[in-house]
């Protein structure tokens, strides 16, 4: 089973900013299988990334995706409002398929 | 428009069972997997179990191997979630999802379980 760490647990920024969140796998994701989600307090997540690298329909390009192997990263330029909520990663090389724990993007 | 609804969440107490559906809307059922992934209160998200476009194949995370059955309908664009031998720590909003050679793109709105005695 591939363990998935995100880093930091909490950024705290402000409107505006840049943030970068981590996404650290305990072994090689093949073939980049890795997304990012993103889920506003109270809602369901929605997809950002996936393919590491790949935004999906309808994603700004203030977010951004990259990394390989096992270290992967999703930088969001400009916060705006809906912006602050709990970011996570996914990879889907295997199964079972596993989440990172989640990143906090607050105030 | 992509849209997955499910429904059957509500309260039980341990060891008893549960059904959730999940209704499908705006693409080619036959075509995509389907997954549950659900979230425990104030926690992250797990993946549960899937379920191939033919109801050939099914997998599960191993904490419900067993208890857990996944099945699906193509004629009514639904997929069920057999969740047998509920335990207090299966308490958690549950996800139906589409699932896209592993991505999960399109997330119903949830529907709530909770185990309790």
């Known amino acids: 089973e591939i363990v998935l760490t995100q880093s930091p647990d909490t950024l705290s920024v402000s409107p505006g900013e840049r943030v970068t969140l981590s996404c650290r796998a305990s072994q090689s994701v093949v073939n980049n299988y890795l997304a990012w989600y993103q889920q506003r307090p109270g809602q369901r997540p929605r997809l950002l990334i996936s393919?590491?690298?790949t935004r999906a329909t309808g994603i700004p390009d203030r977010f951004f995706g990259s990394g390989s192997g096992t270290d992967f990263t999703l930088t969001i330029n400009g916060l705006g409002p809906g912006d602050f909520a709990m970011y996570y990663c996914?990879?889907?090389?295997?199964?079972?398929?596993?989440f990172g724990q989640g990143t906090k993007v607050e105030i | 428009e992509v849209h997955l609804v499910e429904s059957g969440g509500g309260l039980v107490h341990p060891g008893e069972s549960l059904r959730l559906s999940c209704v499908a809307s705006g693409f080619n059922f036959n075509y995509y997997w389907v997954a549950w992934v659900r979230q425990a209160p104030g926690k992250g998200l797990e993946w549960v179990a899937s379920i191939d476009q033919h109801d050939r194949e099914t997998y599960y995370v191993d904490s419900v191997q067993g208890r857990f059955l996944l099945s699906r309908d193509n004629a009514v664009r639904s997929v069920y979630l057999q969740m047998n031998e509920l335990r207090v720590d299966d308490t958690a909003t549950y996800y139906c999802?589409?699932?896209?050679?592993?991505?999960?793109?399109?997330w119903g709105q949830g529907t709530q379980v909770t185990v309790a005695s």
């Open positions: 393919g590491a690298t």
């Open positions: 999802v589409r699932d896209t050679f592993g991505v999960y793109d399109f």
């Open positions: 996914q990879h889907y090389t295997s199964l079972p398929r596993t």
